[in-house]
Every structure is written in structure tokens, then in C-alpha cells.
């Protein structure tokens, strides 16, 4: 609901539409012919003393007026419908794509969690301890070390994505 009062390019599709209507009741409104009435007074020039004249003016296409104008603002009206209704589907579609990749995120990041505690600190402690003691060697060292680096990394990517995912669907909406 957030998305569809604020997003600025569906604003922009309902402010198409209106000015589509718009044109389409300008149009209508200009197919009305222009009737005029004019009176004229002469008081020696005329055929008559003191002539007195009433007129009215009415324009020749009286019937077909404005028809062509009126059709094409009529397409205009539709198809400022369908590309609201196209940008309102653009939308909504927009906001459940964020969300369900938010959810993924947030899943993801519960597992990722989960595994990593405490205990993974201790074990470095514990390992780099062992190192220093020399009960086990440089390859066991470094090997266990680029695992818990490769951990450390993977864990800080799901952090990111999360964030991401939570600014993905503050965008959208």
C-alpha cells in the first residue's frame, strides 16, 4: 500500500491518465459548435432609415465537428489506462520480488547464525594456542585458518545481503 501512495513513476501514470481525461473532455467541449448572435444598427447607410439587423452565426461542418480530435483522445484515455494499470502491476510485482528475497535473506542469515557462535572464537583460540605450542603444524595451521576466514567471509556476505535485501524493499516501496 506504502508503494502504490508513494512510488513517483506510478504518481506519474495517474497524472497521465488524468491529463488523457482531460483532453478527451477538452475535445468533447470543442466539438460544440459556436453559435453566435450579432446585431447591427445603420441609421442611413443601409437599404432602410434607422435599419435595425439581427444575426446569427453558426459554422458550416455542424454535425462532424471534432470527431478525429475526439477519437484520438479517446485512444489517448485508454492507453493512459492500461500503462497505470501496467505500472501499478510494475509495482506491485517490484515490492513482492524484494520481499521474498528479504525473507530469503533473513532465513539465510538465521541459518548462518546459528552455526556461527561463540564456540568459533574459542576453537581459533584454541587451534592458534595449539600452534603456538606446537602440537600441530603450520599446515594443519593454515589450512584450519583460510576455513575459518572462509567462514568468517561467508558470514559477513549473508550480513550484506540482508542489508541489501532490507534496502531493496525500502526502495521499492
Do not use: C
Amino acid at each position: 500500500a506504502t508503494a502504490l501512495d508513494q512510488r513517483p513513476d506510478l504518481k506519474e501514470a495517474y497524472q497521465q491518465e488524468a491529463i488523457a481525461l482531460l483532453n478527451l473532455k477538452y475535445q468533447k467541449k470543442l466539438a460544440i459548435p459556436d453559435v453566435a448572435v450579432n446585431t447591427s444598427y445603420d441609421q442611413r447607410g443601409g437599404a432602410f432609415h434607422n435599419q435595425m439587423n439581427v444575426g446569427v452565426n453558426i459554422p458550416l461542418p455542424l454535425w462532424n465537428r471534432n470527431r478525429g480530435n475526439i477519437k484520438a483522445a479517446e485512444y489517448g484515455t485508454n492507453t493512459a489506462d492500461l500503462y497505470q494499470q501496467q505500472k501499478t502491476r510494475e509495482v506491485q510485482t517490484d515490492v513482492f520480488a524484494a520481499w521474498q528475497t528479504l525473507k530469503l535473506s533473513i532465513v539465510e542469515y538465521n541459518k548462518i547464525k546459528s552455526y556461527y557462535t561463540e564456540d568459533f572464537d574459542v576453537v581459533f583460540q584454541g587451534v592458534n594456542t595449539n600452534f603456538q605450542k606446537r602440537n600441530i603444524s603450520i599446515l594443519e595451521f593454515v589450512d584450519f585458518f583460510e576455513a575459518y576466514n572462509e567462514s568468517l567471509d561467508e558470514y559477513e556476505r549473508v550480513k550484506t545481503n540482508l542489508a541489501n535485501s532490507a534496502m531493496k524493499i525500502n526502495l521499492a516501496t
